[in-house]
């Protein structure tokens, strides 16, 4: 692939990936740092889970519990999952498109690096004193500095840094799927991960400044003196509660939609039938997100908000229930009459619908607030989320890594493997989080450290944490079935699953400039609507020429370093060290807007040598 | 893209003319979308708080209306100045561009100095960042804008500096269209803040 | 990509360019509503309690003026520009009314 032009930008190994600013080569950075730090909030998963295995025992003591319950909530939510969903994005979104590349590649790169260095940063807690202790919603006043030592402050820079380079990658991929589409790829010609991962892209826009500005304000309180949560001085602890959820509860829809996408195209692949109701779908996908920015509140129904407060938000949040319904009804209504098969991919999406309703329904349950009053912060509320993020979520991700893993890497993941892995982490999850809807229901609160004896609370535990070894053995299968892949020396086909959207319609893994041809897209399903008219590709819609792709930076890798830096420099209240990481950060932005980037072409005649078709 | 372009002349609406362009402002205007939520949020937390004063100073005690309104008129002016610069691009008038942007600048500069200003001002009356829930609000909400406002002006500078020498191509003229939309939109935050925390923090005073 | 950015370069009607006369309109309007905003607030002109909603109205009327006829908002080619500041605005509105009504002070 290596591209002789007019600045042939020739590297390998790690340079090339610090350096580039390749969509396809970003989506591996951020599954390979997203799946550590999965490997690492499992293993935080798996200490809670023996700490609870039996009453009353000091396996790893109660500040450590503390530390791994907020460690393992931020690590999955921020850390692990979202860089995982923005890997399969980084992905598979652009050829869905049939676009060349993302519209900002760059910050696409600056994105990533971000996250990354966030992510480090938060994650070095553990050797500096000791991880933030808060939980991983860092409710004040227990987050302010007389309750929470210096954790905190990683978790408070570590989120900034992250969430800035989230939101930038929500930018940059609402403005890849506006403007960036081949000709004839309409909206409502888009395939369902698209959509939904750009009315996911919509919400991380409009949801993650709330968060910045509430880590801001409590990083104004820990290390400047500010009062926005101190009571003693006029603040008001639940300004916190109310920024953190205008932000976590569209995080939840942010999680979970692109789950649904990626189980729309598969369920659609495999039972060989076009997705039932895709414009109803489309609706469903929109309204969600939509309806995700009015019911906040419903996680704090027991603050007092009063009457009125409960009842509007308890009422929005049963609304959404209604366009979930009409996802799973869709789904099923796909597979119905459907020539289906099982591989991994549609086991894990199969698993997921009724695990996924599960988890909706006792949502429902805790949408009533009334009722709320009686499962608040009990292991009913643990098991509900479980079910909507693991079950949901997780199970997508499987689902979707099985099924675009030889897009990504060329290679196809193992199916005997794949099977093992399936059940065991399916049995394994249910195992762990249904005996919990119980726990939270006889009394059980959450993130205590431990529990005492001979209060049916004994048996429960104990599933839940046998469980959690399946979970963990279905994890260790899956990563070594990536080793398996790796090192097998078969080449996965360009179709291996007879697909149906335009990803398809090139090699495996595709080449850097994606499509030699911007392809025609002729209808939804672009490659199947080809495949029915007899066509053996996409017809293209332009004629050969040469290919201008960007040059590849360092820059994005510095900028995040700088503000890496200088995180350090404001939780050690060093401001010397602060001024110097900003400056490099402002000095690489500066030589960003100063250098102009004319980029590189490949030329026609390399394309042919290929011999790669649109 | 970028350089065959270069040679040529200049296309009607410059900062759109390629793709990269419109991706950036696109990119941009989304951005701003969520810069709206970024001061709202603060705006939220401000009005929760902006009675808070902790025995400290009250905003209807500190605040000095003669001195908000010539910050307005600066900062209004700019916004006028850096609309004459986007109409001289669409012109393709690199210099009454530059004319335009350094009276924005200098205006913007005025601005700044006068919060300055007024944020020293206060201080020396005993509204300091950890007196009251109120003075934390106030000095996070108008900072925040402050700090806007000194990055535009760095921004704007820098475009100016690099356009003499690369002058006004279709890789130039979007960042003097964002710089420009950037600059409007401190301003409109500045219109909501002059109403809530400067007007709506002295209207107390009078009927109290 | 190629093909789009030569299909826009063959532009049709060229864009009208306004002159600087409805920006200058604009301009005056907003030093109009920001004149009667103070002064509302300094002579105490209107009744008390209505000089709160009369002047956040005087602001949202500005804040308009300026993103559609400065912001050039109102033109073609900018929905999703319209799109993006509507549905941060509404995000921000919910959030400024609970914090208004539900932040228990």
């Given amino acids: ?614 | 893209m970028a350089n065959h372009h270069a040679h040529a002349v200049l296309p009607d609406e410059p900062e759109k003319a390629t793709l990269e362009g419109k991706n950036k402002v696109l990119g941009f205007w989304l951005f701003l979308g969520g810069e709206t939520v970024l001061f709202g949020s603060l705006f939220a937390t401000f009005i929760a708080l902006r009675d808070q004063a902790n025995g400290g100073p009250t905003s209807q005690a500190l605040f000095d209306m003669n001195l908000v309104a010539v910050a307005t008129l600066l900062l209004l002016t700019s916004s006028m100045t850096s609309v004459m610069a986007t109409l001289a691009l669409h012109k393709k008038d690199l210099k009454k561009i530059q004319l335009w942007l350094t009276i924005t600048v200098i205006l913007g500069l005025g601005f700044l100095a006068l919060e300055i200003y007024e944020f020293v001002h206060y201080v020396n009356e005993g509204l300091k960042m950890s007196t009251s829930a109120f003075s934390s609000a106030f000095y996070t909400l108008v900072g925040f804008h402050g700090a806007h406002v000194a990055f535009g002006i760095c921004w704007i500078i820098l475009l100016q500096l690099s356009a003499t020498k690369k002058g006004l191509t279709v890789v130039t003229a979007p960042k003097f269209y964002l710089a420009s939309l950037y600059w409007h939109f401190i301003d409109v935050v500045w219109v909501f803040i002059f109403t809530v925390v400067y007007l709506m923090g002295m209207i107390g005073g009078k009927v109290g | 990509m190629g093909a789009q950015a030569h299909n826009e370069e063959v532009r049709k009607p060229k864009v009208k360019h306004d002159g600087p006369k409805r920006h200058i309109v604009a301009f005056i309007g907003s030093l109009v509503l920001t004149a009667l905003a103070f002064i509302a607030v300094a002579y105490e002109a209107i009744p008390s309690g209505f000089t709160v909603p009369f002047i956040v109205a005087l602001a949202f009327v500005q804040a308009f003026f300026q993103l559609y006829v400065w912001m050039h908002m109102d033109q073609k080619g900018h929905e999703f520009a319209r799109i993006s500041i509507f549905a941060g605005l509404f995000v921000i509105m919910m959030a400024i009314i609970v914090f208004i009504f539900w932040v228990w002070i």
Wanted: glycine residues 10%; proline residues 5%.
């Fill in chain 1, 1 to 614: 692939m290596s591209a002789h032009a007019s600045h042939a930008p020739n590297r390998s190994g790690l340079w090339d990936y610090l350096t580039t600013v390749d969509h396809k080569k970003i989506a591996i950075l951020y599954l390979i740092a997203g799946g550590i730090f999965f490997l690492a909030g499992g293993l935080e998963a798996l200490l809670i889970r023996l700490q609870l295995m039996y009453p009353e025992i000091e396996f790893v003591g109660a500040k450590t519990f503390n530390e791994l319950i907020t460690m393992h909530g931020t690590t999955m939510i921020f850390l692990a999952v979202m860089p995982i969903i923005f890997a399969l994005m980084n992905a598979i979104v652009p050829l869905q498109i049939g676009a060349r590349d993302v519209a900002f590649p760059f910050v696409n790169a600056l994105g990533f690096w971000l996250f990354f260095f966030g992510g480090v940063l938060l994650n070095t807690s553990w050797f500096l004193g000791g991880a933030p202790d808060a939980g991983w919603t860092s409710y004040t006043t227990l987050a302010l500095n007389q309750y929470s030592g210096r954790g905190v402050d990683f978790y408070v820079l570590g989120l900034q840094i992250a969430g800035l380079g989230t939101l930038i990658g929500g930018i940059n991929f609402l403005v890849t799927i506006i403007n960036m589409r081949a000709p004839g790829m309409t909206f409502m010609r888009m395939p369902m991960f698209t959509w939904a991962s750009f009315i996911t892209s919509g919400l991380i826009l409009f949801a993650f400044p709330a968060i910045t500005v509430g880590l801001v304000l409590l990083m104004f309180d820990r290390l400047f003196g500010g009062n926005f949560f101190n009571p003693d001085a006029g603040g008001n602890v639940v300004i916190w509660e109310h920024l953190f959820w205008i932000f976590g509860h569209p995080e939840v829809y942010i999680l979970i939609l692109p789950a649904f996408g990626i189980i729309s195209e598969v369920v659609s692949t495999f039972s060989r039938k076009r997705l039932f109701g895709y414009s109803s779908m489309v609706f469903a996908t929109a309204l969600i997100g939509f309806l995700g920015f009015m019911v906040w509140a419903h996680h704090m129904f027991t603050t007092g908000l009063g009457a009125i407060a409960n009842t509007l938000f308890g009422l929005a949040t049963m609304l959404i229930a209604v366009p979930t319904g009409i996802k799973i009804f869709n789904w099923l209504l796909t597979m119905w009459g459907g020539q289906i098969r099982f591989p991994t991919a549609n086991l894990f999406a199969v698993g997921f619908i009724p695990t996924f309703t599960i988890g909706g329904m006792t949502g429902v349950m805790l949408a009533v607030p009334p009722a709320d009053y009686q499962y608040h912060d009990s292991y009913f509320v643990v098991a509900h989320f479980h079910y909507v993020i693991v079950g949901g979520l997780v199970f997508g991700l499987f689902s979707g890594l099985y099924y675009w893993w030889p897009k990504m890497f060329g290679k196809m993941l193992n199916e005997t493997i794949g099977k093992w892995n399936f059940w065991t982490f399916f049995i394994g999850f249910h195992l762990t989080f249904f005996p919990q809807h119980f726990l939270g229901l006889m009394g059980m609160p959450r993130r205590v450290f431990t529990y005492l004896k001979d209060q049916n609370l004994d048996m429960g535990n104990f599933i839940s944490t046998i469980g959690a070894f399946g979970m963990t053995i279905g994890t260790i299968l899956f990563v070594i079935n990536v080793f398996v892949a790796a090192k097998s020396s078969k080449r996965a086909p360009a179709d291996p699953w007879d697909g149906r959207s335009l990803e398809w319609a090139i090699p495996s893994p595709p080449p850097e400039y994606n499509f030699v041809q911007t392809p025609l897209v002729r209808g939804l399903d672009a490659l199947w609507v080809e495949k029915m008219a007899g066509n053996k590709g996409m017809t293209p819609a332009e004629p050969i020429g040469d290919i201008h792709m960007p040059s590849p930076s360092f820059l994005p890798f510095l900028m995040s370093l700088g503000l890496f830096v200088a995180g350090y420099g404001f939780i050690y209240h060093n401001y010397v060290v602060v001024v110097i990481g900003i400056l490099a950060t402002l000095a690489c932005m500066f030589t960003r807007s100063v250098k102009d980037d004319p980029g590189y072409h490949i030329h026609e005649d390399e394309l042919e040598e290929k011999g790669v078709k649109a």
